[in-house]
């Protein structure tokens, strides 16, 4: 079976840099900078919020959500549905299903971790304002600690807020799944010749049930999408109990370009087994690497939290979810404070 790539015409650049420019002193600056962070002056306790629950993937890829001898829902999300239409309040089932490998999640994850502790889901605490410069989100969430080995072992958490503003028309219809390939590291149809990061459809020249492989448009067009906005944005947070957050910020098109923050700011708390973590960056950060917002429009956001230690696929994710600024018909509403 063949998958066509997106037809979407807007995504960002070249694929050979996976770490966007900076000098090593510029990063240490960054760093630095962000104890400086301005999210404190938004008063939190003035902003309504709303617990979502963030759940296992497993091995689910986009390529898994299109094909229906996988996935029973393939043939109604290729007619339009969106994932959160069919699937919004069983995020917990799907997730205890995945992380043990039981039931419908049985083929999904080949590591079950629910033996461990490993949760299937997390519930996040969201809470977004702007100050008419600034978007900030505030994540709250009890750290979940189990058995298992440190995959990542210089961060204890890391949380990912990524964001279009309706470009990309994966991230419209499933969220992060956009992204996410049958053939990425970690995932079912991982090549042992190389490591696919995130990529978008549009970056390819072709697909199939195993994802786009190494099939690059050429940079040529890759520089065109890019310039016409088909990317999804990131900003991340990561997290120790000893020291204060590395804040990063990227983009993702034929695969996902990270650098140390230089619009998105972090900060973060550590007690009693919660964290609490404000991201932040300018409304219009005027590099070409963020999508710059506004009221009187709606943008598409998700979120991931890796906890204990874990990387790559073995996250708790969120369906896709909409935000607006100060008003309108979206799942979050960032207004002025």
């Not at 590291?185 to 020249?205: Q, W």
């Not at 070409?288 to 709606?298: A, F, I, R, S, V």
Request: aromatic letters at 8%; charged letters at 25%.
């Amino acid at each position: 079976m063949t998958i066509n790539p997106s037809n979407d015409s807007n995504h960002p650049q070249g694929h050979h840099a996976r770490f966007l420019p900076g000098t090593i002193g510029a990063l240490v600056a960054a760093g630095l900078a962000l104890a400086a962070a301005p999210a404190m002056a938004v008063n939190w306790g003035a902003v309504d919020s709303e617990t979502i629950v963030l759940f296992s993937p497993g091995q689910a890829s986009f390529e898994w959500v299109m094909t229906q001898t996988d996935h029973s829902g393939a043939q109604r999300f290729r007619e339009g549905r969106n994932c959160m239409y069919c699937h919004d309040g069983e995020q917990r089932d799907i997730g205890d299903l995945i992380v043990a490998a039981e039931g419908r999640g049985a083929h999904l994850e080949p590591k079950p971790m629910a033996a461990a502790g490993k949760p299937g889901t997390i519930d996040l605490d969201v809470q977004t304002a702007h100050d008419g410069d600034r978007l900030f989100f505030r994540l709250q969430w009890h750290e979940a600690v189990y058995d298992g080995e440190k995959m990542d072992p210089d961060y204890a958490a890391r949380v990912t807020v990524m964001l279009d503003d309706g470009t990309v028309r994966e991230a419209t219809r499933a969220g992060c799944w956009g992204a996410c390939h049958d053939d990425a590291m970690g995932m079912a149809s991982d090549p042992s010749d190389a490591d696919l990061t995130k990529y978008l459809f549009a970056s390819r020249t072709g697909a199939t049930r195993s994802g786009g492989g190494e099939n690059y448009k050429p940079d040529a067009e890759i520089q065109d999408l890019f310039g016409k906005g088909m990317f999804l944005e990131y900003w991340q947070a990561r997290l120790r109990h000893d020291n204060g957050p590395r804040a990063v910020e990227g983009y993702i098109l034929e695969e996902r370009h990270e650098r140390e923050a230089q619009n998105v700011s972090a900060e973060a708390e550590y007690a009693d087994g919660t964290w609490t973590v404000v991201l932040s960056r300018p409304l219009k950060a005027g590099d070409g690497q963020h999508k710059d917002l506004e009221p009187g429009k709606n943008y598409n956001i998700g979120f991931a939290v890796h906890n204990n230690y874990t990387d790559h696929r073995f996250h708790h994710v969120s369906l896709e979810y909409t935000l607006a600024l100060d008003g309108g018909e979206a799942s979050f509403i960032a207004r002025q404070q």
